[in-house]
């Protein structure tokens, strides 16, 4: 089947420190991968995407890249701040020409402090 | 695009009753899905639908709950009776053909 692990939370971490937030995935066929932000009382915000293996999604600092080897799409970001704070889900979905299904990893809050 | 537009965007009722949440997707988009968020279960995935056909409904607690998409443009999503452990908020999301979700602001829907 498919589904999307990610790793435990909270994270806390020091403005300006490195962050990586673990995704692993099992999948059929060939999804597309997300990692989704949601802020404190907001609904969830796409935050990057890749379509294909090797490729590499980049929004606000933060990167992933779509490893097939390992299946994995780790969020990195060099820098954080505190208005980072906030729950990332990693995601993969199949496109509506396919079952158009989107399954979420459980989600890891980070928390960053002045 | 005015995005996935839902309402009531809170509502709070008595235990027992009817209660039916809106969902209008973003133009354009095939799939539609309905998620429930808690402290302690997370999100959960509902219902989606693929061109307005249900696809999986695994994930509805119940029977007390039922989903439907008359059309492309409008979602329901109804929890009839409701329990005060139905209090959760419940968020409509669309995506398109690359399979990209957006999701709705969500309904906080409080049941006493």
């Known amino acids: 089947g498919n589904s999307v692990t990610q790793m435990e939370g909270p994270v806390t971490l020091s403005e300006e420190a490195f962050l990586t937030i673990n995704c692993t995935y099992t999948?059929?066929?060939?999804?597309?991968l997300f990692w989704y932000v949601q802020y404190p009382g907001e609904g969830l915000q796409l935050l990057l995407k890749?379509?294909?293996?090797?490729d590499k999604g980049s929004n606000k600092g933060f990167e992933a890249t779509y490893r097939k080897e390992t299946t994995s799409f780790h969020l990195e970001k060099g820098s954080v701040q505190v208005s980072d704070s906030a729950v990332y889900f990693c995601?993969?979905?199949?496109?509506?020409?396919?079952?158009?299904?989107?399954?979420f990893g459980q989600g890891t809050t980070l928390q960053v402090k002045p | 695009d005015a995005g996935v537009i839902q309402s009531p965007r809170h509502e709070v009722t008595e235990m027992g009753q009817e209660v039916t949440l809106r969902c209008k997707p973003i133009?354009?988009?095939?799939?539609l899905f309905w998620y429930r968020q808690t402290m302690m279960r997370g999100l959960e995935l509902l219902i989606y639908f693929n061109n307005n056909v249900p696809i999986d409904d695994s994930g509805m607690p119940e029977d007390r709950f039922s989903a439907k998409m008359p059309n492309a443009s409008f979602s329901t999503l109804k929890i009839q009776p409701s329990e005060p452990r139905d209090s959760a908020v419940y968020f409509c999301a669309s995506s398109n053909v690359a399979g990209v979700g957006y999701f709705g602001p969500g309904t906080r829907l409080t049941v006493t």
């Open positions: 999948a059929t066929g060939y999804p597309s």
């Open positions: 995601a993969l979905g199949f496109g509506s020409s396919n079952t158009g299904k989107l399954i």
């Open positions: 890749a379509t294909k293996a090797d």
């Open positions: 133009s354009g988009h095939n799939s």
